[in-house]
């Protein structure tokens, strides 16, 4: 097959690389420049948008003896993911912007373009197993679990996934970094990648503000109607947060409070207790089906990239999912996508509207 394959100057994107050549197929390097601006984002080897990652990249392909190219799409990635982001925060939502870029830059823009070019598939170094079964593909976990990704991958379509590869799903990263240094790769011993590409300084707050602009607002006890002190926008808030809300006095009982809700129109942050931030239902909409099914499904609900797993029943009803939980979870935040799973295979993606 003709592969591209996407390669963020990290090392698993190479291993990835090097793994479809391996396999005999005809492999072409790319890496996205997703700013227009690059020294905007992070420096060093800690993202995945920076000059040195594409340097890094470029060094990978030419050990790899495969073709290299670069590919701005920095415009669209502004437009889907930055621009979206801030959108999100702004009607009172927490999205996942790894998510939305997965789903539109990686598996969206860049395939249409490598259909078009001729290619059969893109090739990633994402952790997450991709099988056949019945003529469809299937997605599970990765045997890395502490590094599985398929929640991220979970909105992709069938067709996507049809011309998806994924090589390291069957590996842990200490492995992966293992056979890229004995590959010769330089990134081996690079540190992964974390936090907002976009957001140099990991200041969500400030970042959304200088987009937003400050919109003053209350923090209310969600049980007393008492307020408890202000704010300058909702967007620098989100359900199952503690930290850094600036409420003025201590509570009652001297436990910490937490975000509730978050209503962007009045302005207000509703904040509680931990037992108030449990929930025991789930609403979600625009929902991804991998393996249809009728009626109730017992399965297991994830609601965070890392964690925030429960034992469910869900059902699709009317085009929405509603999921009834076995055991409360925490912090579940309207905006983020709520992935079920029949053991380790994705059953169903959908975003998260509102809980129960």
């Not at 590959?183 to 503000?209: E, M, N, Q, W, Y």
């Not at 964690?307 to 309207?334: H, K, N, Y």
Request: aromatic share 6%.
């Amino acid at each position: 097959m003709r592969v591209l394959a996407a390669m963020s100057g990290g090392v698993d994107s190479a291993v990835a690389a090097a793994r479809a050549v391996e396999a005999g197929h005809e492999v072409v390097g790319v890496h996205l420049a997703l700013s227009a601006k690059p020294g905007t984002l992070r420096t060093g080897a800690r993202g995945c948008c920076t000059v040195e990652d594409a340097h890094d990249a470029r060094r990978a392909a030419d050990v790899l003896g495969i073709p290299f190219y670069v590919w701005d799409f920095a415009e669209r990635f502004t437009e889907d993911v930055i621009e979206d982001f801030v959108a999100e925060y702004a009607a009172g939502r927490t999205p996942n912007p790894c998510l939305r870029c997965n789903e539109k830059i990686k598996f969206e823009a860049l395939l249409d373009k490598a259909i078009a070019l001729g290619f059969d598939a893109v090739c990633t170094g994402h952790y997450a197993q991709l099988s056949t079964v019945d003529g469809h593909p299937e997605l599970r976990r990765s045997v890395d679990i502490g590094k599985d990704q398929s929640y991220v991958l979970a909105s992709l379509t069938e067709d996507q996934l049809a011309h998806a590869m994924f090589p390291l799903g069957d590996t842990i990263k200490e492995q992966v970094r293992l056979e890229a240094s004995a590959r010769g790769l330089a990134v081996a011993a690079k540190p992964d990648s974390h936090d907002i590409c976009f957001i140099p300084d990991g200041d969500t707050r400030s970042f959304l503000t200088k987009r937003l602009g400050e919109q003053a607002g209350s923090l209310v006890d969600a049980e007393t109607g008492a307020v408890l002190g202000r704010h300058t926008g909702v967007h620098g808030f989100t359900v199952g947060q503690r930290h850094g809300l600036g409420i003025e006095a201590p509570a009652p009982d001297g436990r910490p409070r937490y975000v509730l809700s978050l209503e962007p129109v009045s302005g207000t942050v509703r904040v509680g207790s931990a037992e108030q931030l449990s929930v025991a239902g789930i609403d979600a909409s625009r929902p991804v089906v991998h393996l249809p099914w009728s009626g109730l499904v017992e399965c297991t609900a994830q609601v965070r990239a890392h964690g925030g797993l429960a034992p469910c029943v869900a059902e699709i009803v009317d085009g929405s999912v509603a999921v009834t939980l076995r055991e409360p979870l925490r912090g579940v935040a309207p905006g983020q996508a709520v992935v079920l799973y029949r053991d380790d295979v994705v059953l169903c993606s959908a975003t998260i509207t509102g809980t129960r």
